[in-house]
């Protein structure tokens, strides 16, 4: 069974920044990996993702802020967040799944999700 379990997350002041953790437990074949949030009030989003080969994406609300990495040996994927705005705020999820796709951002294209950790940006 796949589990996965972020960390990282904290309040912070506008323009600060931080770095989120997910630790993948479980076998995943070809693994691709994404991080989500879903903003107060907002539906979730997906706004970075990596592939296996180490390719990424990104939603253009974090593009040129967030970084997606991983570490294959210690099965973690992080989430590098600099320049971080009020409107940041959201809760971060982490997700996997198997196969060979590229990055993806949509939610559907995963089963494997982490619980969640609250990221709170304050003017």
């Known amino acids: 069974q796949v589990q996965l379990v972020e960390s990282g997350g904290g309040s912070v002041l506008a323009g600060g920044s931080l770095k989120l953790s997910c630790e993948i437990s479980?076998?995943?074949?070809?693994?691709?990996m994404a991080w989500f949030r879903q903003g107060p009030g907002k539906e979730r989003e997906g706004i970075a993702a990596?592939?296996?080969?180490?390719?990424?994406g990104y939603a253009n609300s974090v593009k040129g802020r967030f970084t997606i990495s991983k570490d294959n040996a210690k099965n973690t994927l992080y989430l590098q967040m600099n320049s971080l705005k009020p409107e940041d705020t959201a809760v971060y999820y982490c997700?996997?799944?198997?196969?060979?796709?590229?990055?993806?951002?949509?939610?559907?294209?995963?089963?494997?999700w982490g619980q969640g950790t609250q990221v709170t940006v304050s003017s």
């Open positions: 997700a996997a799944d198997s196969g060979i796709r590229p990055p993806s951002l949509r939610e559907t294209d995963y089963h494997n």
């Open positions: 990596i592939d296996r080969t180490g390719t990424t």
């Open positions: 479980g076998y995943l074949y070809r693994p691709y």
